[in-house]
């Protein structure tokens, strides 16, 4: 079948496995108190991931990265793949309430389809962690970038490209994924605080291309027919925009294309070949290791879920031509 | 085509055409440039060749609701091998080997085990999507890289100035006309597509010719897919899932090309992607925005759709059972 | 018996192949594949995964169910007309977007909501409809259309009003209760899809609007050539589904509340699976609430099932489209063969051994002669296929025909003739009862009596059905002969339980005890059956001793005795073992004998081929009908019988002129009337040396 079954992120994955491992050579003389209960509390666990579809670069490197991270510990590791379809994603979320895993990882396509049946989970007495897409209900854990925050920086980054003030025309456009993600409404409202603000800014077009490279490059195409002193393109996702970008080179005009996603090594390669001016990563690799992190911490701790709420916001790093390296991106071993 | 008298969906539509095309000149700037013409016929080159094969097996009285996905999927496949380290070539072959085979069930499902078309490429569709990532293809979006760049010239190229999907369209316009015309195969799909009964009285064999439109149809559709893949540098393979198959009949339909079969020839899959050009040119001028063009592009396809049964009643008592 | 014979003997003898036949002619099998596809489904994933059988998962499955069985239901509709609604998915998707933007951003009341999205669906319903019916449109490609039309309408509303649709929560406790509530513990969707389904069925089944629909699937035509209102009822199947389907949206969007672009993307495809899989035919007619139920079920959990075993995208694709495929080939190739196939296989011979036939030269009681030729012919021409004859008091003669009538010929000299009684149906034999009503066995309809004053009663249609009976052999198809015992009771055979009147035939080639004698019993009015596993039993004639009867097993050349009283009652005795020919009516003789009609003659080709069973099978399969190869059933005679089975005297018509064809005789005051099934006039034949004032009538019921 040729799933990916092993990613290794890295240096950071690397170092986690390290840890794992190192600790036991410490106890030479005298047992870690503290082993057994570690081993007891994840052995025989189970988690289940609920992404909105596999088949994506983020969520096949994030199943990766919990694999890895879990199951030499003994935890089992489940895949439900909805394929993009949110009542598949809700009946798949209803019968694991009912075989109660003890952690859920959910990706969510909207901020509200999956609420009220995460908030039934959790009530069920399983951990909820909730990766890169939020919904409305905040559960035990939630890993994935400050999307305000981004749209903030994303806007100023707008900004310093296309403002009057630095030459540009100020015409920008937006390419959402889905209009009620979690991701799209939050980096709006970071956008439309930062260029509305700005002297002689303007968002021309603001449209939702469903995560499809295809629609994508339609709007865009669009876009940039009906101004063709479009400043520049800001895309919610990378492997969509691959369609924004092809439509900017059609057209042939030097338009900034920013978009953001997962690092994985499509986003450098289409940074090196100009495709893309810049990209906002969201490291894969780390979001994994959080959620893999606070998995552990939350079986060990052993509290009933919904009592404790934990956001950790990835870091965020602008990716373009000057600061890129080769270990800027990872790779989806080849099967 | 008649020569007098009534008026054929062809010309009207082309009439309607012509006439879009005067308006926009008229009334909005930038319409008639060199570059905006170009750009329409770019956007629509694709659209244009996959109508060409959904021509082609229309006017043998069948349809390709698998056109789509099996281009996506076939081509989805070459980029995997491609990027994966195989030459160019030997993915190719292989992936145009699949697209044949493929090709060559829908013809056989439709002409020997006698299922409808309709619901045979339907389901092959379908199918044809799942066996495609769940055997062959492990990332939603397939990207054009490692052996097969050399591809991106035929989507992104331009020779004289003029953008290479417009050659590749043009080509494959010329050729589905010879073929139609002047290939012995050409006269019998037509035969077969307006009376399949007489023609199998009369010697041809319907089954064979069956068989060879849908393997005709993958052909093109793998050209297409190409094209798309070059332009976009990547596959993404729920295209296999969206509406874009019926934008192909759209363009079919709307050139007057019967469902009924053995009616029409390529000049009507120009005349019907040059409305469709014109159009979407225009909407996109004028700010339509997306959503909305898709919906004016589902009315007008409505429309087309009455217009010809309007020209081609069908009867009570002639309709046949089943015919839906 | 060679050992091949014995062998090929028990081998007929246990295996039933003509259940096969049976099974396949039963208007369930249509139900049986889905339903053993759906136990199938079950084990398999049953099999896979642990706990699938759980109470939980159960629930959890049914709950999913509710919207997506009124999704098929809806589709269903729509294909019982012979259409096909794709748009319903997209409807699903209107609906849902409608209700969430009616509650969340205008905040209506919940019944305004409710009817708001309802009559969403039945707008684009309508508009279907509109086009489909009365535009007489291609109801595949237009549905299609309006899929992409709606979608882009459902993202046009998504763009303006998603942001607003997640922001709100609308505060209604009905609302919630629609998504999440249960009733009598079943959740309320599924309650909703129930209540659909129960009504779908009512109105398919019960009611003339459901009529309409399957007569218009059914055939078009015909439906409007009988003054259907085609294209209202189609129009109408469209809104129907527009309306369900925009209901399931409501109940989604009341469990969800998700303002997505994915909702209802492909469902259609999901629902015609589902829909032809449960055995909707996708040429129309052919529907059911029961097997949208089914096939909705089916695809459910198959689709259920994949998620949760963790198999990644593209295998739900994969599975689907598979499935559809081989539904969509299994419907349009069973329904186009169906009728071939069972044809085929429906006749199944088996084999059967007839004694050596005697011969016909001189010397034997069957030796050949022109007896015959003296018979003078009655109403030549204007009868058609007198079977029975009989005559009353009055030396009138009855007689039925084909098309349902009971013709009288008047005495003295029968050049008149009247229409006694129109029964329908194909009457066969008669007999008068003791107060001289004319009791008639009516192929096809059971058994009857005509009264002197033409009025006719039903006595019997039907039988206990046998307990293992595949086909429904309670029903009455071929009542043949009867005779009235002294006590009143009614001795009636039925030729065979396997087919009609009009392929009887047919019966012979498979040689096999399909044929029964039944009793009615005019003192309680009961049926009961009396003897089973006849080979085409056909005449019956009471004996003298009050005790007993003769019948003849036409396809077995064989006349046995039955006793039903006496010390002797229950038993059977063979009476002649080995004739010449194909028994048919047996009656009374004047003095004291019994004739009988042979109604064709043996041929060597043909009992030869009753011991070869596969030869007849692999003819009925490969060889068209008009060239099999059929028992002579066109040269007969008439003989006279005594009850120790030894032949007194032959008639014959050798050159077939004066009376071919012969299937009854009566003897009636010094003569011999004859009638045949496939014959055109009633025979007279003076019997010298008769009793010339011998009548039917005074032999059964004496002088009054």
Same mark, same amino acid.
């Given at each position: 079948m040729g799933r990916i079954r092993n990613f290794l992120t890295g240096a950071g994955t690397a170092a986690l496995l390290g840890a794992v491992c190192s600790t036991p050579l410490l106890a030479q003389t005298l047992d870690d108190p503290s082993r057994a209960g570690y081993y007891d509390a994840l052995k025989g666990r189970k988690v289940a991931y609920l992404p909105v579809a596999m088949g994506l670069d983020l969520t096949e490197g994030w199943a990766a990265g919990l694999k890895a991270a879990l199951e030499p510990l003994g935890v089992t590791f489940d895949i439900r793949d909805p394929n993009w379809s949110t009542d598949t994603g809700s009946q798949a979320i209803t019968s694991l309430i009912s075989e109660k895993p003890d952690v859920l990882v959910v990706h969510n396509p909207d901020v509200q389809s999956y609420a009220r049946l995460l908030k039934r989970a959790e009530d069920a007495g399983i951990h909820v962690v909730q990766v890169n897409m939020r919904s409305s209900y905040s559960s035990d854990v939630f890993v994935g970038a400050d999307y305000i925050g981004m749209g903030e920086q994303i806007g100023q980054r707008l900004v310093e490209k296309c403002s009057p003030a630095n030459g540009g025309s100020g015409k920008v456009a937006i390419t959402q994924g889905v209009l009620t993600a979690s991701t799209s409404l939050y980096q709006m409202r970071g956008i439309e605080a930062v260029v509305g603000a700005a002297e002689g800014m303007q968002i021309v077009s603001n449209q939702a291309a469903d995560w499809d490279s295809t629609k994508a490059r339609n709007i865009a195409a669009t876009v940039i027919q009906q101004h063709p002193d479009l400043c520049a393109i800001a895309g919610f996702w990378d492997v969509m925009d691959i369609g924004t970008a092809s439509a900017v080179r059609e057209s042939g005009k030097d338009i900034f294309v920013l978009t953001q996603g997962g690092g994985n090594r499509m986003a450098c390669d289409n940074i090196a070949s100009g495709n893309f001016s810049e990209v906002v990563v969201y490291h894969v690799g780390h979001q994994a290791q959080d959620m893999a992190t606070m998995i552990r911490h939350l079986l060990q701790q052993g509290k009933p879920p919904g009592t404790s709420k934990t956001t950790l916001f990835t870091p965020l790093q602008f990716l373009n031509k000057d600061n890129m390296t080769s270990a800027s991106c990872w790779d989806l071993p080849a099967k | 085509m008649r020569l007098s008298g009534k008026l054929g969906q062809e010309q009207i539509v082309f009439a309607l055409a012509v006439l879009l095309c005067l308006v926009f000149s008229v009334t909005l700037p930038g319409f008639l440039t060199g570059n905006n013409i170009l750009n329409l016929l770019r956007s629509v080159s694709i659209l244009g060749i996959l109508g060409i094969a959904m021509g082609i097996v229309v006017i043998g009285r069948g349809i390709d609701l698998s056109l789509v996905s099996l281009m996506a999927i076939s081509v989805g496949w070459m980029l995997n091998m491609a990027g994966s380290g195989m030459p160019l070539p030997m993915a190719l072959m292989l992936a145009l080997g699949f697209s044949l085979l493929v090709g060559a069930i829908n013809g056989w499902l439709v002409a020997y085990a006698e299922i409808p078309a309709i619901f045979a490429t339907l389901a092959m569709g379908t199918l044809i999507y799942g066996f495609g990532r769940y055997f062959l293809i492990d990332l939603e979006v397939a990207y054009l890289q490692g052996s097969a760049e050399v591809l991106s010239w035929i989507g992104q190229g331009s020779l004289l100035g003029v953008p290479v999907p417009i050659y590749a369209f043009a080509l494959i316009c010329a050729l589905g006309h010879l073929f139609l015309r002047y290939a012995v195969a050409g006269r019998y799909l037509r035969a077969v597509g307006d009376n399949l009964a007489a023609a199998r009285i009369t010697g041809l064999p319907a089954r064979p010719v069956i068989v060879q439109q849908y393997v005709i149809s993958a052909l093109i559709g793998f050209c297409a897919g190409i094209v798309t893949a070059a332009a976009v540098s990547s596959m993404n393979t729920r295209l296999a899932l969206s509406t874009y198959v019926y934008d192909v009949i759209l363009v079919v339909v709307l050139g007057g090309i019967g469902l009924s079969g053995g009616r029409g020839g390529i000049r009507n899959v120009i005349v019907g992607t040059l409305l469709i050009g014109v159009l979407l040119n225009g909407m996109t001028i004028l700010n339509i925005q997306y959503t909305l063009q898709s919906v004016i592009k589902g009315s007008l396809l409505l429309l087309a759709i009455v217009a010809d049964s309007l020209l081609n009643p069908r009867d009570e008592q002639t309709a046949q059972q089943g015919d839906i | 018996m060679t050992l091949t014979d014995r062998l090929t003997r028990w081998r007929y003898h246990y295996v039933p192949d003509h259940l096969l036949g049976e099974i396949l002619s039963k208007r369930w099998i249509d139900n049986a594949v889905p339903v053993l596809f759906l136990g199938l489904t079950l084990s398999v994933f049953g099999a896979l995964i642990p706990g699938f059988f759980g109470a939980d998962n159960m629930s959890n499955l049914l709950r999913q169910w509710g919207e997506f069985g009124l999704v098929v239901l809806a589709l269903t509709i729509v294909m019982a007309a012979g259409g096909i609604d794709l748009s319903v998915g997209s409807t699903f998707a209107l609906g849902n977007i409608a209700a969430l933007a009616l509650i969340g951003v205008a905040d209506l009341p919940l019944p305004l909501v409710i009817a708001g999205t309802l009559a969403c669906g039945a707008l684009v319903g309508l508009i279907n409809g509109v086009l489909v019916g009365y535009l007489r449109l291609r109801a595949f490609l237009t549905t299609l259309v309006t899929l992409i039309i709606v979608?882009?309408?459902?993202?046009?509303?998504?763009?303006?009003?998603?942001?607003?649709?997640?922001?709100?929560?609308?505060?209604?406790?009905?609302?919630?209760? $629609? +998504?999440?509530? =249960?009733?009598?513990?079943?959740?309320?969707?599924?309650? /909703?899809? %129930? *209540? !659909?389904? &129960?009504?779908?069925?009512?109105?398919?089944?019960?009611?003339?609007?459901?009529?309409?629909?399957?007569?218009?699937?059914?055939?078009?035509?015909?439906?409007?050539?009988?003054?259907?209102?085609?294209?209202?009822?189609?129009?109408?199947?469209?809104?129907?589904?527009?309306?369900?389907?925009?209901?399931?949206?409501?109940?989604?969007?009341?469990?969800?509340?998700?303002?997505?672009?994915?909702?209802?993307?492909?469902?259609?495809?999901?629902?015609?699976?589902?829909?032809?899989?449960?055995?909707?035919?996708?040429?129309?007619?052919?529907?059911?609430?029961?097997?949208?139920?089914?096939?909705?079920?089916?695809?459910?959990?198959?689709?259920?099932?994949?998620?949760? $075993? +963790?198999?990644? =995208?593209?295998?739900?694709?994969?599975?689907?489209?598979? /499935?559809? %495929? *081989? !539904?969509? &080939?299994?419907?349009?190739?069973?329904?186009?063969?169906?009728?071939?196939?069972?044809?085929?296989?429906?006749?199944?011979?088996?084999?059967?051994?007839?004694?050596?036939?005697?011969?016909?030269?001189?010397?034997?009681?069957?030796?050949?002669?022109?007896?015959?030729?003296?018979?003078?012919?009655?109403?030549?021409?204007?009868?058609?296929?007198?079977?029975?004859?009989?005559?009353?008091?009055?030396?009138?003669?009855?007689?039925?025909?084909?098309?349902?009538?009971?013709?009288?010929?008047?005495?003295?000299?029968?050049?008149?003739?009247?229409?006694?009684?129109?029964?329908?149906?194909?009457?066969?034999?008669?007999?008068?009862?003791?107060?001289?009503?004319?009791?008639?066995?009516?192929?096809?309809?059971?058994?009857?009596?005509?009264?002197?004053?033409?009025?006719?009663?039903?006595?019997?249609?039907?039988?206990?059905?046998?307990?293992?009976?595949?086909?429904?052999?309670?029903?009455?198809?071929?009542?043949?002969?009867?005779?009235?015992?002294?006590?009143?009771?009614?001795?009636?055979?039925?030729?065979?339980?396997?087919?009609?009147?009009?392929?009887?035939?047919?019966?012979?080639?498979?040689?096999?005890?399909?044929?029964?004698?039944?009793?009615?019993?005019?003192?309680?009015?009961?049926?009961?059956?009396?003897?089973?596993?006849?080979?085409?039993?056909?005449?019956?004639?009471?004996c003298h001793d009050g005790q007993s009867f003769l019948f003849a097993e036409t396809w077995a050349c064989r006349i046995s005795r039955y006793y039903y009283d006496g010390p002797k009652a229950g038993r059977t005795e063979v009476v002649i073992a080995d004739l010449p020919g194909y028994p048919d009516n047996i009656n009374r003789a004047s003095d004291g004998r019994y004739w009988l009609a042979l109604v064709g003659m043996r041929t060597p080709a043909f009992d030869l081929g009753l011991k070869m069973p596969g030869f007849r099978r692999r003819m009925v399969r490969r060889v068209a009908p008009d060239e099999w190869l059929f028992p002579n059933i066109n040269t007969g005679c008439v003989l006279r019988f005594d009850e120790a089975g030894e032949v007194h005297e032959t008639l014959w018509d050798r050159r077939g002129e004066n009376h071919p064809m012969i299937t009854s005789m009566r003897e009636h005051k010094g003569h011999l009337y004859i009638g045949g099934i496939s014959n055109n006039r009633v025979g007279r034949l003076p019997l010298p040396g008769a009793d010339p004032d011998w009548t039917g009538m005074t032999s059964y019921w004496g002088q009054k």
């Open positions: - | - | 979608r882009a309408l459902v993202d046009s509303i998504l763009l303006s009003y998603a942001v607003p649709i997640a922001a709100a929560f609308p505060d209604s406790e009905p609302w919630f209760f $629609m +998504g999440e509530g =249960s009733l009598w513990g079943t959740p309320f969707s599924v309650v /909703v899809a %129930l *209540i !659909a389904a &129960a009504g779908l069925h009512l109105v398919l089944t019960r009611t003339r609007a459901g009529w309409h629909v399957l007569a218009v699937g059914g055939s078009r035509r015909s439906a409007h050539n009988v003054g259907i209102p085609v294209r209202r009822v189609i129009c109408l199947t469209y809104v129907a589904s527009g309306t369900l389907a925009a209901g399931a949206g409501l109940l989604f969007a009341s469990r969800l509340g998700a303002a997505g672009a994915d909702i209802g993307v492909g469902m259609e495809i999901a629902a015609l699976t589902a829909a032809v899989l449960g055995g909707n035919s996708l040429g129309g007619g052919r529907s059911s609430a029961a097997k949208a139920v089914i096939g909705s079920v089916i695809v459910m959990i198959m689709v259920n099932s994949l998620v949760r $075993m +963790g198999l990644t =995208s593209g295998a739900n694709s994969l599975l689907l489209g598979t /499935v559809l %495929l *081989i !539904a969509v &080939a299994v419907d349009v190739r069973w329904m186009r063969n169906k009728h071939k196939f069972l044809s085929k296989v429906y006749v199944s011979p088996t084999w059967a051994d007839l004694p050596v036939a005697p011969p016909t030269s001189a010397g034997s009681p069957y030796a050949l002669n022109d007896r015959l030729a003296p018979v003078q012919s009655i109403g030549l021409g204007e009868i058609d296929g007198p079977e029975d004859v009989i005559l009353d008091a009055d030396d009138h003669i009855y007689v039925g025909n084909r098309i349902g009538d009971i013709i009288r010929f008047l005495a003295p000299d029968y050049t008149r003739q009247e229409v006694f009684a129109h029964v329908g149906g194909r009457p066969l034999g008669m007999a008068f009862d003791s107060n001289g009503g004319l009791v008639v066995c009516i192929g096809g309809m059971g058994l009857y009596r005509i009264d002197k004053d033409r009025s006719i009663h039903k006595l019997t249609d039907e039988t206990r059905r046998s307990l293992f009976s595949v086909i429904d052999d309670s029903r009455l198809r071929l009542a043949d002969d009867l005779d009235i015992a002294p006590d009143g009771r009614v001795f009636f055979s039925e030729a065979t339980v396997r087919y009609e009147m009009h392929e009887w035939p047919v019966d012979c080639l498979e040689s096999r005890g399909n044929g029964r004698i039944i009793c009615y019993d005019p003192r309680d009015g009961s049926t009961r059956t009396v003897l089973k596993n006849l080979v085409f039993p056909n005449g019956i004639c009471m």
